[in-house]
């Protein structure tokens, strides 16, 4: 299975901060890499799909990055809704594994 | 609009089986895999398995394979769950999900989530 590892686990940040999350693959996953965001009694919410493809309706403050092994999700400034857990998934081959979740939290 | 509706919490003994239904609708079933993905409290997302509702087939991850059954009646739009012999562990929120895919047919993630049903596994 390949393993997804993001960091940092915990992030504490201010709203209008830029804030960089990171996930890596145990293994290359050319581009295909999903982004979610999870609010406590929510089911996550797609972000990003194909590494940095935005979906319909995320604002643009959000990007992903990245390919092979190496990933990045940035939120350019960050707005009170966005204080959240994120997901990394790897969609390159089965089982569809997650990273472990980045959680952000008010500063 | 487009949405899945999951069926209500359960709560079930050790050794039983549990059968959670995720009906779609404002799209064609047949057009988008079903995944299922579990997630314990506090913890992090889990995938299950996957499901071709046009095709039937499906795919399993090795932890649950033996132990969970995804099925569809293509009919009313509505995708399952079987999940047997539970054991404490298998304690979680429960959630469908539509597969999103690429012009080429590949799978990029998943656009439109269940609710959650919440299993609940106690003697």
């Known amino acids: 299975d390949i393993q997804m590892t993001q960091s940092p686990s915990s992030v504490s940040a201010s709203v209008g901060d830029r804030v960089t999350i990171t996930c890596r693959a145990s293994?290359?996953?050319?581009?295909?890499l999903a982004w979610y965001q999870q609010k406590p009694g929510k089911g996550p919410k797609l972000l990003i799909y194909?590494?940095?493809s935005l979906q319909s309706g995320v604002p643009s403050r959000f990007s992903g990055s990245g390919s092979g092994t190496d990933f990045s999700l940035t939120i350019s400034s960050l707005q009170p809704e966005d204080f959240a857990t994120y997901y990394c998934q790897q969609v390159n081959s089965f089982p569809y594994t997650f990273g472990q979740g980045t959680k952000l939290e008010i500063k | 609009q487009v949405q899945l509706v999951q069926s209500g919490a359960e709560v079930k003994k050790p050794g039983a089986s549990v059968k959670v239904s995720c009906k779609a609708s404002g799209y064609t079933f047949t057009s988008y895999d079903i995944n299922w993905v579990r997630q314990a409290t506090g913890q992090g997302l889990e995938w299950m398995g996957w499901m071709n509702p046009n095709s039937g087939n499906t795919g399993y991850a090795q932890k649950f394979q033996g132990r969970v059954t995804i099925s569809r009646n293509t009919s009313i739009s509505t995708a399952y769950m079987e999940l047997s012999s539970l054991r404490s562990e298998d304690t979680a929120v429960y959630y469908c999900a539509r597969g999103l895919t690429d012009y080429g047919g590949n799978s990029v993630g998943f656009d439109i989530w269940g609710q959650g049903t919440m299993v609940t596994v106690s003697s």
């Open positions: 194909a590494a940095f």
């Open positions: 293994q290359g996953i050319s581009s295909w």
